[in-house]
Every structure is written in C-alpha cells, then in structure tokens.
C-alpha cells in the first residue's frame, strides 16, 4: 500500500504549519513537522511513502499532479489549515478526479474541530484524522490494507454509506520516543534550504523536544485543537541523540530551532537538557519558544549550552489585557525577564497582538510604548487571529465581532495576514493599520537602526539572517 503525504500549493510561499498560516511578511516558511512526523512513522512500520511539501518545493498544481500520477498512491494524507480550507478540498478533488475510489484523508488543528463540517464540503473526501494524528494514519493504513472497517480506528471521522461517523477521541501519545527521528524524514523528502525563519540563523532545522503546553492563552491555536494542554516530553536523551544525527548529516546547518510550544514551561526539564548538551560536548547555536518569565538560572544554563535567541510571546503592555486573554503572565515579569536576558546575552524577539478583549486606541499605544522599552532584537505586531476550537475564536463569534465567516478572508489577496474581528472599539482595518503603524515605529527608529547595523558588522552569525529578513521585510515596511 502506498501513502502520499501532502501539503498541497496555495499563495506561494504560504506557511501552513505554523500558528497563524499565512505568507509571511519576512519570508518565514515552516518546516511541515508534522505532517512529517506521521510519514516517517508510517515509513518506519512498513508502507511505501512519499512527501511533499508543495510551498517550500514551489510546486505549482501541475507539479504535484505528476508527482502524484507517478508514485500512483491508495491513500492520501493532506494537510490543511483554516484560509486555505476550501483550495485544500478543491485539491482532494483535482485528486480523484484523476484516481476515483482514492482514500483522501485531511488533517490539522482546522479539521479537527470541524470534522463534519469539512467533510460536508466534498462528498467524495473519505475522512479526517482529529488531533495528533500519527497513530490514528497509522491504524487506518493497516485497517485499510486488511479490508477491514475504519469504525474501531480512534481519532477518525469518516464517511461510510452516506452517513459520517465520529469515532472516539484517540489519547495523546505518552510515549513520544515511540515516533521516529523528524530529521531524518526531513534528510530523505525536503530540502533543509527551502525553509526559512525570520528569527533563526539560515539554513537552521526546526524539531521539538516535548508536545502541548500547559499554559491556557485564549488565542494559541495548537494546544487547544491539536496537541493539547499538557507538556508530553520526549526524553533528553532522545533529543540529543537527534541533535548529533542533525549535526551529522546536515553540515551546512546554522541553528536548531526548537519549536516546542514553550520549551521553558518545565524550568528543571530544560536546565538538565541544557546540562546534557554540555556534558555531551555538543557545540551549536539554537533558538526555542520561551514565557517572558523565565529566571536568570535557566537563562545563564541556556545561553552555556548555545541559545542564541529566544522567541516569547508578549502579546500586550497592559495588564488588564494579558488578564483577559488569560495570559498569567505580570508586566514586572516581562520587564525583569528582558533585563536578565540582555545580563545573559540571549536575544529576545518580541511578539505583540493587539484587539483581544478590552482593547483600545489607548491600550494598542501603551503597548507600542512598551514594546519598544523592552528593546528586543526584533518584534512582530499583529491583529488578532482567531481560529476554530480556540477560546478567541468563541469569544469573537459569540459577540458578533467576526465580519465573515468566509475562512478564505482570513487572507489578503496575497496571502498575507488578514483581520476579520472588529469590536465596538476598534475595527478591523483599524487594527491592521495601527500593527503596520508600529512596525514602522520600531524598526525605524534611530538607535534601532544603529544597533542593527552594528550587529551586522560585528556578527557574522547574525549578518545572513538579518539581511535575509530585511531584503524581504523592507517592502512591507516601506510600502505603508
């Protein structure tokens, strides 16, 4: 039997894995972790199976389609996300109108929540796999090669006899060292050089170390749809053992990015990855997810065993906000974990949103204001992205704030991000223009530029990612 894992062609350079899909403004492109991670572990149990990942390859339609015509698939894995939901169901039926009869199977946080509804859109699409998904593939691919029915296959809805059928959630897998290496899925079906992040040194290879995240921000779309709101480690001695084979056979890397949802939300956890990369001997440049809570311990035992940078949500500069959007997270908290980052040497990039509950023309300034006293190495603002099964999508359609409920204008035309919430204080438009607003402020500041340019001269390891970022970025900075 052979499977064909997909991330199908949609806008370009269209980032579909990471948290808010979209083309990015600064020419990040994520890995597809983890439609790659259920292919390796298909592999590894014994079906024949090919990857692609149209976005990052620059497949176009036609391209896929003879990639497809020539491995001759019986099942289809295809990766979805929420502004692209209705060009991934007009790919599953570009595919069996050239294979009718072939199994197609969605996944991702987007169909997870609405399974039903997404299978409604096509009647010929066979089913969805909900959450984590490796075991669930995995179990339907052997149901499948028996002749057997799906009806016992946890995790799965699917379409039999014109009826849909949800069958039981499936557990989160405990045991995460049970699912084969990512890197070496990524070694024998992508091209590391096709992926890019703003924040990390180019080329770099992103992995994780544990799954789920234990904090409850209202907005964040994997923990609530997909992986859970629970930290699952993989053990320390597994990572490790990727980040030599990483070292091993990707020798034009720059960086490993570890893109666990908060790699820090265990302080002991991290501190003893950290000790095992030292006493392993293992010398590398590596960025992860971070809280802006994190003590100068942890910092100082991080930046010894090569953290460069760290990527931390801050969302807001008002605590009233960070409250509302359940953040548990104090301003004082923020300001000392910046201090003590700069005391360590660790970079910071800065994450801002702004139109969660109570905002204000008032509030958005106070956190312009504050962003820049933070003086991270670089930060992003946008409007709030509100995805199905989070807590901020709920809060948006119960309050009538959505001006569509059309995903496909969660876009621009271009593919970039797009804001459909608008409150009785704020508009939509309004709050995309205040997010290229501050853009502006920030990185076109004086001093800022200054520091910048100083750190190209003086870093070669930071010269290719910033001139990198900036060739791509400078036109939407420019443009506004």
């Known amino acids: 039997m052979k499977v064909l894992f997909l991330n199908p062609p949609f806008k370009g350079k ?113 089913a969805i796999a909900r959450r984590e998904y490796e075991q669930t593939i995995l179990e339907l691919c052997q149901t499948l090669e028996r002749g057997d029915s799906p009806s016992t296959v946890s995790g799965l809805t699917f379409r039999a006899n014109g009826q849909l059928i949800r069958n039981p959630d499936r557990p989160f897998i405990e045991d995460l060292d049970l699912l084969p290496l990512v890197s070496k899925t990524y070694k024998k079906y992508l091209r590391i050089e096709d992926y890019f992040s703003s924040i990390a040194l180019y ?102 065993a090569g953290c460069r940078l760290l990527c931390v949500g801050i969302e807001s500069g008002v605590q009233h906000l960070l409250d509302a959007m359940a953040k548990n997270l104090k301003l004082d908290q923020i300001r000392r974990f910046f201090k003590d980052c700069r005391r360590s040497g660790i970079l910071v990039h800065g994450c801002f949103m702004v139109g969660n509950p109570g905002e204000t023309r008032q509030t958005m300034a106070e956190t312009l204001t504050f962003a820049i006293s933070l003086r991270p190495d670089t930060a992003q603002f946008f409007p709030i992205m509100v995805y199905p099964g989070t807590k901020a999508y709920t809060w948006a359609q119960s309050h009538n704030y959505l001006e569509t409920n059309d995903f496909s204008q969660w876009l621009t035309p271009e593919g970039l991000h797009n804001c459909v919430v608008s409150t009785p204080d704020l508009s939509a438009r309004e709050l995309v223009e205040f997010c290229n607003a501050a853009r502006r402020r920030f990185y076109l500041r004086p001093r800022y530029i200054l520091t910048k340019i100083w750190q190209v001269l003086v870093s070669p390891e930071e010269r290719r990612r910033t001139l990198k970022s900036a060739l791509t970025f400078r036109h939407y900075i420019l443009k506004h």
């Open 14 to 126: 269209f980032s579909r894995e990471q948290r808010s899909p979209a083309v990015t403004k600064s020419g990040t492109i994520y890995f597809p972790m983890w439609l790659s991670y259920c292919a390796g572990f298909v592999e590894q149990n014994g079906f024949i199976i090919d990857l692609i990942d149209a976005p990052a390859a620059g497949y176009d339609q036609d391209q896929v389609i003879r990639r497809f015509l020539e491995f001759g698939p019986d099942l289809v894995i295809i990766t979805t996300s929420t502004p692209s939901i209705a060009a991934d169901i007009a790919t599953v039926g570009q595919l069996l109108d050239l294979k009718p009869g072939l199994k197609t199977v969605l996944v991702g946080p987007h169909v997870s929540v609405l399974d039903k509804e997404t299978l409604e859109l096509e009647p010929r699409l066979f």
């Open 203 to 304: 080329p770099q290879v992103t992995i994780i170390t544990g799954r789920g995240c234990p904090y409850g921000c209202h907005f964040c779309v994997y923990p609530q749809t997909q992986m859970g709101q629970g930290y699952r480690f993989r053990s320390i001695t597994a990572v490790i053992d990727e980040i030599e084979f990483i070292l091993g056979e990707f020798p034009t890397i720059r960086e490993i990015f570890f893109e666990d949802d908060t790699l820090t939300a265990n302080r002991q956890r991290c501190r003893e990855f950290c000790a095992e990369i030292i006493r392993r001997k293992l010398r590398f440049s590596w960025t992860a997810n971070s809280r802006a809570d994190i003590d100068y311990e942890t910092l100082s035992a991080m930046k010894a």
